[in-house]
């Protein structure tokens, strides 16, 4: 289930305000064709906020989140019969980017959570490429529905260049606490455009 | 009795000596002419001048008080007056008229006293006799009322000095029943029956004071009424000026209204018997409606003069409250014989602004509307009667000037200013009514509006949302009454860093009708005066808004917006099908010197369109959009676009496109037509000199002829024409996807799948794939590390909102030999 505000739909290719939230449920049950019981949910959504409504942008505030949380008596481990992408895992472009992509926690999580804001410099005149600054938070929980200490989370500094073919990104960020996870992470994307 | 005593004086004023011997020999011997006989005389004399006196019985007894000074009783039972000429007829069953008088100093007769006089248990009817309407006009009026500013007549005056110094005693008049009856138009009579009882005393000061009690038991409009004055003179009785009267009353109307007034009026001159002064405050309820009215003014016979303040509320269903505040009106009698009457009012005004219909409310409803906006009415009017009734016409100029109304989002203001024609029962049906309008509404903050409308059905489409400026609509023009012709005018204003919206529309909003239910038709002519929008960017790559690659930009309005327009014709769901508001507008562009402007990131120079579009309520648009000729760079090359059309037809899908683009070289000039409908745009290729496609697509995307290029390069040209004989590449994803240096193409018929390679530098590549058959995009980079090692990182489905994505890379060792 999706929804899109008209300012995003409309500035898809380049966004700059505007809201989108979706939510994705996976229902599995042993008794019904399924080797399983386990029900997936997942609801992620991101905000655009063009400060001032300058046209052309100056500044732009974003913000980016999601809730994922897996139901089931299984909990991840290496005799899990739960696939691996039944559990939750922070860490990357798309979540923390202070963190390894996919290193939060390293078996997984039965729930996660995460929270990026972030502030893009549209309008600096640098042959195109826009800096932008971000301080990602999130958590992970062994059980459905509950966090557990401690909260990571990942200041950063990144760079947006807008090409004929779509976004690349690159940034630099350091993770916190540094163990066992954290320490300074680089990324280079394309397509990714929040 | 002001008959009766208009009547004695009228005939003693014709002998002013003899009256005077007269009364001194009444007062020595007054059983000489005050008996028996001298009444019937009286009554005989009476009759002669009109007035028929009769009683039952009488009796007169005498009392000295000196030898020249008498008190006389006069008692009758059943005492009757008759005035025919006048058609007044009153009896009553007990009357006793008492005086005194006598000669006092200076041998001069006088009335020392006057009353009791008790006239009781009597009955007074009035049937208004058949006169001319010239007399009837001045019957309502006292017989020969004076001019303003004139003494009294002499009559009146001989019996102001014969009473001024007479002592008052109590004077009670008892009318247990009254009618009256009045004639109208045609056979058409007015009557109201009631009772009334009259008091009067002298005050101790040597005024005098009075108090009248009437009730109505059948009045016209009411169910019932009473009125109860209190009048005063400080003067004395018999003054004929200095009176003044309080006044209450009170009346029941039909379905639980009632009406109050309380108030006081006053003679307000001496020489003017008829010119008062008054006070008044009058009220009106029926359930939620009320009214609160109150006047200060003066009246005379030619004119009445009134200030008003007051306040309605819910008189009319739409109309919460209104109110008037020092509201001036002047009504006068003119030397004209056409228009005798005269009217000028001038009136603030304030009233609360009715609500908007149910839907138009809801979607309106994080706009915070004005609840009352106030005015000025100025009006100057002539009557064909004095006093003007409501079968009387009318013709004048009537000005409302609206205080200019500035609130939340908007301010607004104007005038109307009519000349009309018609008869006051008749409004507004065979009225004729010119009028100026000059109305106007202004939103200067268009900011504002957007961050308010957001929370609306009605929210502003997103290019034009970052504009500042202000919106100013206007009517402005001759509103014909009789076809409800209103003329409209809408100007904006808008613009940002690098968008402008300057519009001017004129047109005209027409009343179709009333019923059932208003129904109201616009035609407008909309000039794109100077406009400046920037297109989004268009993807390169599908993404899940844009599954198939690049596809033509949407001319059309988006179908999931809720339109104004289209809100408008059917606000609620009670209008059912039948339209309310129906339209016919046409967007231009008036000026070829100032076309439209579309700004792209994709295209450097801004793109010039001329626009000619017919928006009408009951069909899809139609019209035609043209690109005018402007340079642009295609394949690494200046090109030009010489013209592109599209014409907008019904449906939608099948709007034919017309466009040519040519590319010039040294020895050919190949021109890249744009074919087909919106749905399925086509491309191709022709070549001046004549050339074969392949030869032509070898030039377009390598710059060299077929035979010039390595095999493949070769093989690259014709999946080229594949891929663009099926659609994958669009006109577009050419433009932009040419600006680099391809390398190769590969093309797979099966999945539809194209993919390019760029030279970024020597020895790296970028290769972009896309396909509209299902195939995956992909997005690539190659880089050559050695004679034989090659590196290639593809990632497939780059867009993040694809739940597929994957990431490869590929080490290749390769070696010739």
């Known amino acids: 289930m999706r929804l899109r505000s008209h300012d995003y739909e409309y500035w898809a290719a380049d966004p700059r305000s505007g809201y989108s939230f979706q939510l994705t449920a996976d229902l599995s049950n042993r008794n019904l064709a399924s080797s399983i019981s386990a029900q997936r949910f997942n609801l992620t959504g991101e905000g655009l906020y063009n400060f001032r409504n300058y046209d052309p942008p100056f500044l732009i505030f974003g913000l980016r989140g999601g809730i994922q949380t897996t139901i089931s008596p299984t909990r991840p481990g290496t005799d899990s019969r739960l696939p691996a992408n039944y559990f939750w895992y922070l860490g990357g472009s798309q979540d923390l980017r202070g963190f390894s992509l996919q290193s939060v926690p390293s078996q997984g999580a039965m729930t996660a959570i995460y929270l990026d804001p972030e502030v893009r410099f549209t309008d600096l005149s640098l042959w195109g490429v826009q800096p932008f600054l971000f301080y990602d938070v999130g958590a992970v929980g062994m059980e459905p529905g509950t966090l557990d200490s401690p909260l990571f989370y990942s200041p950063g500094l990144g760079l947006r260049y807008k090409s004929p073919i779509g976004i690349f990104r690159t940034t630099l960020a350091r993770g916190f606490p540094v163990f066992p996870y954290g320490g300074w992470t680089f990324y280079f994307s394309f397509g990714e455009e929040f | ?817």
Not at chain 2, 47 to 58: E, F, I, T, Y
Not at chain 2, 626 to 655: G, T
Request: glycine fraction near 8%.
């Open chain 2, 1 to 817: 009795m002001s008959s009766i005593l208009g009547w004695i004086g009228g005939k003693l004023s014709a002998l002013p000596g003899p009256a005077m011997a007269a009364l001194t020999l009444l007062f020595a011997h007054p059983q000489l002419l005050i008996n028996g006989r001298a009444l019937e005389l009286a009554k005989r004399l009476a009759a002669g001048a009109g007035v028929h006196l009769s009683w039952k019985a009488q009796s007169v007894r005498i009392e000295s008080l000196g030898v020249l000074s008498k008190r006389i009783h006069l008692s009758f039972d059943d005492l009757c007056v008759r005035i025919p000429k006048d058609g007044v007829d009153s009896c009553f069953a007990k009357a006793n008229i008492t005086f005194a008088g006598g000669v006092i100093h200076g041998l001069k007769p006088r009335l020392t006293e006057i009353g009791p006089i008790e006239l009781l248990d009597g009955e007074l009817a009035y049937r208004e006799p058949q006169v001319s309407p010239a007399a009837k006009q001045s019957a309502g009026q006292l017989a020969a009322p004076p001019k303003p500013n004139q003494a009294p007549s002499p009559i009146l005056q001989v019996f102001e000095r014969a009473l001024e110094h007479a002592q008052i005693q109590p004077l009670h008049v008892q009318l247990g029943h009254i009618l009256v009856v009045q004639r109208g138009s045609g056979q058409a009579q007015t009557r109201w029956q009631g009772n009334a009882d009259l008091t009067a005393q002298a005050t101790r000061a040597g005024g005098a004071t009075g108090e009248l009690l009437v009730n109505a038991t059948e009045l016209p409009a009411f169910r019932s009424a009473g009125a109860h004055l209190t009048l005063s003179n400080s003067h004395g009785f018999w003054r004929l000026s200095g009176w003044r009267a309080e006044v209450h009353a009170h009346g029941a109307l039909p379905e639980e209204a009632s009406l109050q007034v309380d108030g006081e009026v006053a003679q307000a001159s001496a020489k003017n018997l008829l010119a008062i002064s008054y006070r008044m405050s009058a009220g009106y309820a029926q359930m939620r409606r009320k009214l609160q009215m109150n006047l200060v003014g003066t009246a005379d016979p030619d004119q009445l003069q009134a200030t008003v303040s007051g306040e309605a509320h819910h008189l009319l269903p739409e109309l919460a409250r209104a109110g008037v505040k020092g509201c001036q009106i002047h009504l006068r009698k003119q030397a004209s014989r056409a228009w005798p009457a005269r009217v000028v009012l001038d009136c603030p005004v304030s009233a609360s602004l009715p609500s908007l219909p149910g839907g138009l409310k809801g979607n309106l409803r994080w706009v915070r509307l004005p609840k009352s906006a106030q005015a000025r009415v100025r009006a100057d009017l002539q009557s064909e009667a004095f006093p003007p009734s409501l079968d009387s016409a009318v013709n004048g100029s009537v000005d409302l000037e609206l205080q200019p109304l500035d609130w939340d989002l908007m301010h607004g203001g104007g005038h109307i200013r009519s000349h009309v024609q018609g008869e006051l029962a008749n409004f507004p049906r065979h009225w004729k009514m010119d009028t100026d309008l000059g109305l106007w509404v202004k939103i200067p903050s268009f900011r504002r509006l957007v961050r308010r409308l957001d929370q609306t059905h009605l929210s502003i489409w997103a290019p034009l949302r970052p504009l500042r400026g202000q919106v100013e609509l206007q009517a402005q023009g001759r509103l014909d009454t009789r076809t409800g012709n209103l003329p409209l005018r809408l100007q904006t204003h808008l613009a940002s860093r690098i968008q402008k919206l300057d519009l001017d529309a004129h047109g005209v909003l027409k009343l179709l009708g009333l019923k059932p239910s208003p129904r109201l038709h616009l035609s407008m002519d909309v000039g794109l005066k100077d406009v400046r929008l920037e297109l989004p960017p268009l993807p390169v790559l599908p993404t899940p808004t844009s599954p198939k690659p690049d596809p033509m930009p949407q001319l059309l309005p988006d179908g999931r917006f809720h339109s104004p327009l289209k809100l408008a014709q059917f606000p609620s769901q009670a209008a059912g099908r039948v339209p309310t508001f129906t339209y016919d507008i046409h967007v231009h562009t008036p000026d070829a010197a100032h076309p439209v402007r579309l700004l792209t990131p994709q295209i450097h120079a801004p793109i010039p369109l001329e626009v000619s579009l017919h928006l009408q309520s009951d069909r899809p648009v139609t019209g035609r959009l043209r690109a005018e000729s402007f340079p642009l760079k295609l394949f690494r090359r200046d090109v030009k676009l010489d013209h592109l059309m599209v014409h907008l037809l019904p449906p939608p899908k099948e709007s034919s496109i017309d466009g040519q683009i040519q590319v010039p070289y040294s020895e050919y000039t190949i021109s890249i037509l744009l074919l087909g409908t919106l749905e399925r745009p086509q491309l191709r290729f022709i070549s001046d000199p004549p050339l074969p496609d392949d030869q032509i697509v070898s030039v377009l995307i390598f710059g060299r002829p077929l035979d010039a290029l390595d095999p493949d390069q070769q093989r690259s040209v014709g999946n080229s024409r594949a891929a663009l004989r099926q659609g994958v590449f669009s006109l577009f994803s050419l433009y932009y996807l040419s600006s680099l240096n391809i390398e190769s193409i590969d093309y797979d018929p099966e999945t539809k799948t194209a993919s390019l390679q760029y030279r970024l530098a020597e020895g790296t590549s970028l290769s972009v794939s896309q396909g509209v058959g299902g195939g995956q995009p992909s997005v690539g980079l190659r880089r050559r590390l050695s004679k034989h090692l090659v590196v290639t990182t593809t990632l497939l489905n780059p867009s993040p909102e694809q739940a597929n994505r994957a990431i490869s890379t590929l080490l290749e060792w390769a070696y010739q030999y």
